[in-house]
């Protein structure tokens, strides 16, 4: 069985920064995939910013130059480093991972972390 484990969130005032975590464990043959995504009230999911396996990075347009997202391969485990924030970034952060099992390759999801930026 596979996890995604976040941590991180929290309250922030404007411009403040924040840096979110999500480690991976469980039966890991490999991971390609790692990105996270956030979903404000009444709005749909996002993509915030993807990181494929020595691919090239994406981020959301409204993101850019502000958020980075990092992976360590060792530890299974990917960042996103949130600087300069806004309260329009206000939402549930997920991660989510494309993990190849001892069983299966699939798409995996955090359970979502809460940011908040407000003065």
């Known amino acids: 069985q596979v996890q995604l484990v976040e941590s991180g969130g929290g309250l922030v005032q404007p411009g403040g920064s924040l840096r979110l975590s999500c480690a991976a464990s469980g039966s890991i043959f490999s991971i390609y995939t790692m990105g996270w995504h956030r979903q404000a009230p009444g709005k749909q999911r996002e993509l915030v910013a993807v990181?494929?396996?020595?691919?090239?990075?994406t981020y959301a347009d409204s993101v850019k130059d502000r958020f980075t997202i990092s992976r360590d391969n060792a530890k299974n485990t990917v960042y996103l480093q949130m600087n300069n924030l806004k309260p329009e970034d206000t939402a549930v952060y997920y991660c989510?991972?494309?993990?190849?099992?001892?069983?299966?390759?699939?798409?995996?999801w955090g359970q979502g972390t809460q940011v908040t930026v407000s003065s």
């Open positions: 989510n991972m494309r993990i190849l099992s001892t069983t299966q390759l699939r798409d995996y």
């Open positions: 990181m494929p396996r020595g691919g090239d990075t």
